[in-house]
């Protein structure tokens, strides 16, 4: 084994169904082959680690409230392509049980079950008003860029 | 000291490595895991991953077809 750890941080910032997993594959995957991994969940990425995984109205006044029931969490992420409202990612989540790969939910789980670091923008929870028991327990802290650089220091880091 | 199986043919990147991993963490310091496998991927790297986590890959042998099974000491 290296003296060095391995790491990977990356940047949270779509709440979209295919790019989330992309997010979540690449983080479980990397935290199995050793890495230390961290995610930066900002704006529509910040739908992927709300407790409510459906629609709920989520916020802080009436107006983050609507914006929060019309972004919705994990189980309602919209796919970036052939989303045919909320239609695709049901295609898509059945295509991949058919096709014995793992669902965005399996890949949030084996991410957490991996001790990947999951972290929450405080700005973008601000403009939103969401607050971090919004969110949820795995999330570890909230954070502003500043931090951020400094968790990701030497290591790689990805925006998505 | 125990052996395990675990069987991760019928899986994909990345719950390949993510279930030998959260199975070898599940296992005893001394376990032995036995992996089987298939060629590609999985055979590149599952062995090579364990070794840099500081497991002890014991053998890796052909079972039949494209399976292969990896024996890992923990």
């Known amino acids: ?160 | 000291m125990a052996t395990h199986t675990l069987d991760i043919t019928k899986e994909h990147c990345p719950m390949t490595f993510v279930k030998t991993k959260l199975k070898l963490a599940q296992i005893s310091d001394g376990d032995i895991l036995e992996v089987l496998l298939t060629e590609g991927e999985p055979l590149n790297n599952v062995p090579k991953s364990a070794t840099e986590q500081g497991f002890k890959v014991l053998g890796i042998e052909h079972v039949s077809g494209n399976i292969h099974k990896v024996t890992i000491e923990k």
């Open chain 1, 1 to 160: 084994m290296s003296d060095e750890k391995k790491k990977l941080s990356l940047i949270a910032f779509s709440g979209d169904f295919d790019k989330l997993t992309a997010v979540f594959t690449l983080a479980s995957g990397a935290a199995a082959v050793g890495y230390e991994v961290n995610i930066f969940f900002t704006f529509w990425g910040l739908d992927a680690i709300k407790q409510k995984k459906g629609r709920s109205f989520v916020g802080g006044n009436l107006l983050t409230k609507i914006f929060g029931f019309m972004m919705g969490g994990l189980h309602v992420a919209p796919t970036s392509r052939f989303n045919f409202c909320g239609l695709g990612p049901r295609i898509f989540r059945k295509l991949m049980k058919k096709n014995n790969v793992a669902t965005l939910e399996e890949l949030v789980e084996a991410s957490t079950a991996l001790g990947v670091n999951l972290y929450a923008c405080e700005m973008a929870m601000h403009v939103l008003g969401l607050k971090q028991s919004d969110f949820i327990h795995e999330v570890k802290d909230t954070l502003g860029v500043a931090t951020f650089l400094e968790i990701s220091e030497g290591g790689r880091t990805m925006f998505i």
